[in-house]
Structure formats: C-alpha cells, structure tokens
C-alpha cells in the first residue's frame, strides 16, 4: 500500500505564493456499501442469499439462477451526522443481468462508495486559509457467471474503483510592516483513475440452504493532480494508490416457506488513500425476509462494525418490496439508522426499481 504524499510538490503561483498541496483530512469520504436495495433492507445480507433480480456487489455468483434479463435503478437519501458525506441523493446504483444459453450469465453493477462534503484549515507558513472539498468515489462490476449444476455457480469479474476530489481554496500571506496581506485562489482537481481487480465467487443453492463467499484481489491505479490558480493550470503530479483486497462470505436457510434469514461476514485490509487511513476490520450482519403474499416481500436487518470505516458502528435497517406483474417488475424501499462514537448516527432511505424481459423463454 502506498500513502500518497504530496506535500514536496512545488508550485508558484502568480503572487510569487503557492500553499503546497494539502489533501482532503479525511480522503475521500466516509463509505457505504454498495449493492442492491434488498441487501441493504436485510442488514447488508447478500453473499449468501440466492438472488435472481439484483447483483450482489459482495458476490455476484448469487444471482447465477436469473431466468431473465434485468435492469435495476436505485438512488440513497440521506440525513447524517457525519461531517465527511454530502446531504445530496448519492450517485445511482445500477445492476443487470443477462442470461445466455447453457447456464451462463453476464452481469454489471455500479454503485456509489463514498460522498465528500467538506471544508479544511490550509497550513501555510506566515499564514492562513481554507479549503471546501467536494467529490467521491464509486465501484463497479462486470463479469460472467457459470451455473455448473442446479446447486452450483461461479463468478468471475473485475471490480473497478474510481473517484474525484475538488478542492477550492484561499489563503494569505501576512507580510510585516504597513502592506496588506497577499491573497490566493487556487483550485485542486484529484481524479483517481479507475483500478480494475479480480473478483472470483462461488454459491451452493439448496431448496432450504445456501451458502457462498467471494475474494477481490488489491486493486492499483494511477492517481493526478492539477493545481490551477485562477484560472491558469500551472502543473500536474501522477503518484499510484491501492485499495486492499477483500473477503465476504455468508449463509442463508428457508427456515419456512415464506421466511429466509441469512448472516454475512466481510473482512477487509487497511485503505491508505490521499494521506487518510481506513482501519481494517470487519463487520458482521445478518437479516431475514418475509413473503406474507400478493406479492410483497418485508425485510429486516442488522450489522455490527469492527474497525473499517466507523468503528462499533451499529445499523439497523427495514425494508419492503412489491413485485409488479408476477415479478417482471418490482419497487423496493428500504430505511436503515446507523449510529457511532458520541452522540453520532445516520438515517438512509434507498429506493429502486427494476424491470426485466425473458428472451431465453425459459
């Protein structure tokens, strides 16, 4: 892993005055996890779960029994405590699924990861400024899946990270004696270009239980920064990051015909990115399903954080779905509450809607 330092680069700007650059304090954002809105409802409950309509983004070999192509479009709201996120609707999540002939099935997911709304002291010497940072960063998938038996599948994919950071500033020299202090504007454009890794899962699916896990591999790629002082770029830097490999795995059971719980367990390295490190840790989850009938589905979860992003972070989540036309459609809402550290929480609410078309006519 490398921790991107950029404090010697050198820059002069017009007034003869350039603040070297000063990351955002906390990277690129507090992150969530991404994936379907069923999975958030359950607790973030997915890598077990045998799912025909949505990607799972912790292990896509769950949806290898799609009979029909599927498209799903979800977007979050939130209301938080956290400094770090924006309060504005996150970037769409997109899944869909395609089946092909003998059991195969190509599948894509792009979700939001993380949200930056944030605003940072400048340090320069004999002087003072600030900074507003806004940007974030989102995940995507794309891969094939293989069903080699009615009980078993794999995946394999990549799995890309991206993001960006715009950083607006303004400091100020204080000269001594009668002369006013010199002023600066300048502006700092972070793009991390996109990072492919290996993803690789596998799935048991039984009538009454199911099971499966997923590994990424440690994903690198190239990070540039602009500086422009007001209008004029005067220099570029490249350096290379790394987001860590991670390990998901989880289990499902049909204890009733109309209920299904499931527990997931995902695990993860230290992310050291723009200077700010994310613990490693892991978090455990578990949720459950409810199908009363008339094509609704009620759903429930909860997650406890070890580490990562909020350490002892508690979540609780709830949500409900309606499946339209004997399931070629459906609507999903789910609502989740998360709470950390001293007096701090978040409330979510993740609606989505998903239609699908059988052209295999299966």
Excluded at 323 to 333: L, Y
Aim: hydrophobic letters at 40%.
């Amino acid at each position: 892993m490398m921790i991107l330092n950029f404090a010697l680069v050198s820059l002069i700007s017009v007034s003869g005055f350039s603040p070297a650059f000063q990351p955002p304090a906390y990277g690129i954002g507090a992150e969530n996890a991404g994936g379907s809105v069923r999975a958030f409802s359950m607790g973030f409950v997915s890598a077990g779960i045998p799912d025909s309509n949505m990607v799972s983004g912790t292990n896509p070999a769950a949806s290898g029994w799609a009979r029909a192509t599927g498209l799903t479009w979800g977007t979050k709201m939130m209301d938080t405590s956290d400094i770090t996120w924006s309060g504005a609707a996150s970037f769409p999540d997109i899944s869909v699924i395609i089946p092909l002939p003998a059991g195969l099935q190509i599948s894509g997911l792009i979700s939001s990861r993380s949200r930056m709304n944030t605003q940072d002291t400048v340090i320069v010497s004999n002087g003072s400024g600030s900074i507003s940072w806004t940007g974030g960063s989102g995940e995507s998938y794309a891969g094939i899946t293989s069903r080699v038996s009615e009980e078993l599948a794999f995946s394999l994919g990549g799995k890309c990270f991206f993001g960006s950071a715009l950083g607006e500033g303004i400091a100020s020299i204080n000269s001594s004696g009668p002369t006013m202090p010199v002023p600066t504007e300048y502006r700092d454009d972070v793009a991390l270009l996109p990072s492919w890794g290996l993803v690789f899962g596998a799935f048991v699916n039984t009538r009454i239980v199911s099971a499966g896990f997923s590994i990424a591999t440690d994903r690198s790629g190239d990070l540039t920064l602009n500086r422009d002082y007001i209008g004029d770029a005067i220099a570029d830097s490249t350096a290379r990051y790394s987001v860590p490999g991670e390990l998901t795995a989880g289990i499902s059971a049909h204890v009733h015909p109309r209920v299904l719980i499931g527990v997931d367990f995902f695990a993860r390295k230290a992310l050291h990115l723009l200077d700010h490190t994310t613990e490693e840790g892991s978090y455990l989850a578990s949720g459950f399903e409810v199908t009363p009938g008339l094509g609704f589905r009620v759903r429930g979860g909860f997650r406890t954080m070890d580490g990562l992003w909020r350490d002892g972070a508690s979540t609780y989540s709830a949500g409900i779905g309606y499946n339209i036309a004997g399931g070629q459609a459906s609507v999903d809402a789910g609502i989740s509450y998360e709470s950390w550290g001293t007096d701090e929480s978040e409330t979510v609410f993740f609606a989505s809607i998903r239609a699908s078309e059988n052209w295999l006519g299966q």
